[in-house]
């Protein structure tokens, strides 16, 4: 079974420059989430989709970051303009189930972004 | 609202010897417990889960971990540690619907 897809790796830029990270869950999971890692924190969620609809968004900085699920597979995350402060591993997840704790998260590798 | 604390940010310990990495949490409604293991430029992957009935959990790699509502505590321990377990260790909390809230980590570190 393929797992949890990410790219880029890796990605530098400077401050007020945009970025986008893309995401492609595993087939079939209905929920896919994104997450940033700060370092020496732990991963906090940025903004979570039920197929192609938005279930919580309440930390996702919106006058920047914008994100999309196409057609209820593929994602993307886009930060424009990026700050400093936004260096960060930035984390895909993805679970089977439609709205029912319990269920585990399967996690991409990340991307790491370097803001300059 | 939910949250995870995990105390210790680094626990350094020598092969073989056990280990407990600290978890505690709050939240207003009942809650399932995670912990997750992060070894380096990997993603996350679960260790093991509490749902409900026994408060003792076994995961995979001989980690175990105990859920103890009146002390709300899910501490995750290994009687005898390998190299191999070195990584960052994750607790996390669903409180409600699928939103899972992770604590800072703890990095262990096993020493030769």
């Known amino acids: 079974e393929a797992g949890v897809a990410q790219s880029p790796r890796y990605k530098i830029i400077e401050k007020r420059q945009s970025v986008a990270f893309w995401c492609n869950p595993i087939s079939g999971h209905a929920t896919l989430y994104w997450y940033q890692q700060i370092l020496g924190q732990g991963p906090k969620l940025l903004i979570q989709f039920q197929n192609n609809g938005v279930v919580d968004d309440s930390q996702l900085p919106k006058d920047r970051f914008s994100a999309e699920r196409l057609k209820g597979v593929d994602s993307t995350l886009k930060i424009q303009p990026a700050k400093l402060e936004d260096s960060a591993v930035y984390l895909c997840a993805s679970s089977p189930v439609v709205l029912s704790r319990g269920e585990k998260l399967f996690f991409g590798s990340g991307t790491q972004l370097s803001v300059l | 609202a939910q949250s995870v604390t995990q105390l210790d940010s680094q626990v350094p310990v020598f092969e073989e010897a056990p280990v407990e990495l600290r978890c505690n949490y709050s939240?207003?409604?009942?809650?399932?417990l995670f912990w997750y293991v992060q070894y380096p430029n990997q993603g996350l992957q679960l260790l093991l889960k509490y749902l409900s009935g026994s408060t003792l959990v076994k995961g995979i790699n001989g980690f175990e971990a105990e859920f103890n509502k009146s002390q709300t505590s899910f501490h995750l321990r290994k009687p005898s540690v390998h190299i191999s377990d070195t990584a960052e260790y994750f607790c996390a909390v669903t409180g409600g619907y699928q939103k899972v809230t992770f604590g800072t980590g703890t990095k262990l570190q096993v020493i030769p």
């Open positions: 939240s207003s409604v009942s809650v399932y």
